[in-house]
């Protein structure tokens, strides 16, 4: 049974930085992508980021691109969304959501519980 | 940058069908999967590629894609499929993930 479990989220100032977990089970093929996606309250899904399981590509949705970074640790099975320069606009319910493979057509099939970001002085 | 449009509610009398539609340039052409997510819940998968169930996801779940327009049905409409139904694609134009506007379903 595939798991994603998400840590990390919290308040932070206009400006400062945050760093997202999600913890991986159960698959450990390092064909598979991670994506990112958040939904500022009361409003949509909004795609963030994917990275390859193997690190070797990562995107970014022009809103965040040059300010977050995602990254992984294989052996922890673990990837992280590196939030800096954060906005209000940043608000949201963060999840991470897995494909299951490497094609960009695949499904979203796996998602988080997600975990929210509140950028707010 | 594409965007994919869908009407923001529908309501359905329980038992009746509901129709969901995604609308976006030429989405015939591109595999659509579509999300069901409840309120203070994570999305769920319940159609792929177009017209594919994920295992445990009922047969009155089916999708259809062709040239402008993908949809949605859900047939049979039960208390239960009340929420919120997101379609999405890959824009191979500028490599990003697309999400629909979203739509929520109202059961009677």
């Known amino acids: 049974q595939v798991q994603l479990v998400q840590s990390g989220g919290g308040v932070v100032q206009p400006g400062g930085s945050l760093r997202l977990s999600c913890a991986a089970s159960?698959?450990?093929?390092?064909?598979?992508?991670v994506h990112w996606v958040r939904q500022a309250p009361g409003k949509g899904l909004e795609w963030v980021a994917l990275?390859?399981?193997?690190?070797?590509?990562?995107i970014y949705a022009d809103s965040v691109k040059g300010r977050f970074t995602v990254s992984r640790d294989i052996p922890r099975n673990t990837l992280f969304l590196q939030m800096n320069s954060l906005r209000p606009e940043d608000t949201a319910v963060y999840y991470c959501?897995?494909?299951?493979?490497?094609?960009?057509?695949?499904?979203?099939?796996?998602w988080g519980q997600g975990t929210l970001v509140t950028v707010s002085s | 940058s594409y965007a994919l449009t869908q009407p923001p509610s529908v309501s359905v009398a329980p038992g009746q069908t509901a129709r969901i539609t995604c609308g976006g340039n030429?989405?015939?052409?591109?595999?659509l999967h579509w999300y069901q997510q409840k309120p203070g819940q994570a999305p769920v998968l319940v159609v792929y590629?177009?017209?594919d169930r994920p295992s445990g996801i009922p047969e009155r779940f089916a999708g259809s894609n062709s040239w402008n327009t993908a949809t949605l049905t859900i047939s049979r409409v039960e208390a239960g499929d009340e929420a919120d139904y997101y379609c999405?694609?890959?824009?191979?134009?500028?490599?990003?993930?697309?999400f629909g506007t979203g739509t929520t379903v109202t059961v009677l």
């Open positions: 959501a897995k494909v299951p493979g490497s094609h960009r057509s695949n499904p979203f099939d796996h």
């Open positions: 999405q694609v890959w824009d191979s134009s500028t490599d990003h993930f697309v």
């Open positions: 159960a698959f450990t093929s390092i064909t598979y992508g």
């Open positions: 590629d177009d017209s």
């Open positions: 990275i390859r399981f193997a690190g070797d590509e990562d």
């Open positions: 030429n989405i015939g052409g591109t595999s």
